[in-house]
Nanobody, 127 residues
Framework: QVQLVESGGGLVQAGGSLRLACAVS????????MGWFRQGPGKDREFVAA????????YYADSVKGRFTISRDNAKNTVYLQMNSLKPEDTAVYSC????????????????????WGQGTQVTVSS
C-alpha cells in the first residue's frame, strides 16, 4: 500500500506562487510515476503534471507549461508542484496520485492510470 498526503495549498493573489508537496509513505519502492491533478468548481478532474519516480521524466498540461514545475525528492519521498504566475482559473482542489509500473504504456494524463490518491489540498487564486 501507498499513502499520499498533500500540503501547501492556500489563498494567493493572481500572479503569486505556491508550492504544493505530496508526502509518500508505504511501499515507495514499488512506485513508477506520480501525477498532480486538479478539479475546479463545476469542472471535471484534469491532469496538471506528472513525473516518473526513478528517472524524473516530467510531463505537463499545456495550460500550466512554463508556469508550474513538478519535481521529486526521492530521499524525502516527496513530490512537489511549484506553481508560479498563478491565475484565477488555477483555482481548484489539487490532488497527487501514484502508480506502480504500468502493464502497458504510462498514460500519465489519465486518472485511471493511478491507483493511489491523496485527499487533496485547496488552492484559491483571487483576482
Amino acid at each position: 500500500q501507498v499513502q499520499l498526503v498533500e500540503s501547501g495549498g492556500g489563498l494567493v493573489q493572481a500572479g503569486g506562487s505556491l508550492r504544493l508537496a505530496c508526502a509518500v509513505s508505504g511501499r515507495t519502492a514499488s512506485l513508477w510515476g506520480m501525477g498532480w491533478f486538479r478539479q475546479g468548481p463545476g469542472k471535471d478532474r484534469e491532469f496538471v503534471a506528472a513525473i516518473t519516480w526513478s528517472r524524473g521524466s516530467t510531463y505537463y498540461a499545456d495550460s500550466v507549461k512554463g508556469r508550474f514545475t513538478i519535481s521529486r525528492d526521492n530521499a524525502k519521498n516527496t513530490v512537489y508542484l511549484q506553481m508560479n504566475s498563478l491565475k484565477p482559473e488555477d483555482t481548484a482542489v489539487y490532488s497527487c496520485a501514484a502508480t506502480t509500473p504500468p502493464s502497458g504504456g504510462y498514460y500519465y494524463r489519465m486518472p485511471g492510470t493511478y491507483g493511489y490518491w491523496g485527499q487533496g489540498t485547496q488552492v484559491t487564486v483571487s483576482s
